[in-house]
């Protein structure tokens, strides 16, 4: 089951539910709040592949001290 973000509508925070993709755009309550006006927020996800042509834990020069883009490795700048 895929982990969705839904944002508060009264206190503006984010929660995460573990949902089954049929149940995704019914609202959850705010974990921060109790507010049961949620909605579904946009989020993005990272993949890990195969070889990108760099390598892996390479440092990266736009995001030093994180182990790589995004914190995982390999730089793609």
């Known amino acids: 089951m895929p982990i969705?973000?839904?944002t508060c509508k009264k206190c503006h925070k984010t929660?995460?539910?573990?949902?089954k993709i049929a149940d995704a755009d019914e609202g959850v309550a705010c974990?921060?709040?109790?507010?049961?006006?949620?909605q579904r927020?946009?989020?993005v996800f990272a993949a890990v592949g195969g070889d990108?042509?760099?390598a892996q834990g390479e440092?990266?020069?736009m995001n030093p001290g994180r182990g790589g883009?995004?914190?995982?490795?390999?730089c793609m700048h």
């Open 4 to 6: 969705y973000e839904y």
């Open 15 to 19: 929660t995460e539910a573990l949902r």
């Open 31 to 38: 974990e921060h709040c109790g507010s049961a006006q949620t």
């Open 41 to 43: 927020a946009h989020s």
């Open 52 to 54: 990108s042509g760099s």
């Open 59 to 61: 440092a990266c020069p």
């Open 69 to 74: 883009c995004c914190g995982g490795g390999g």
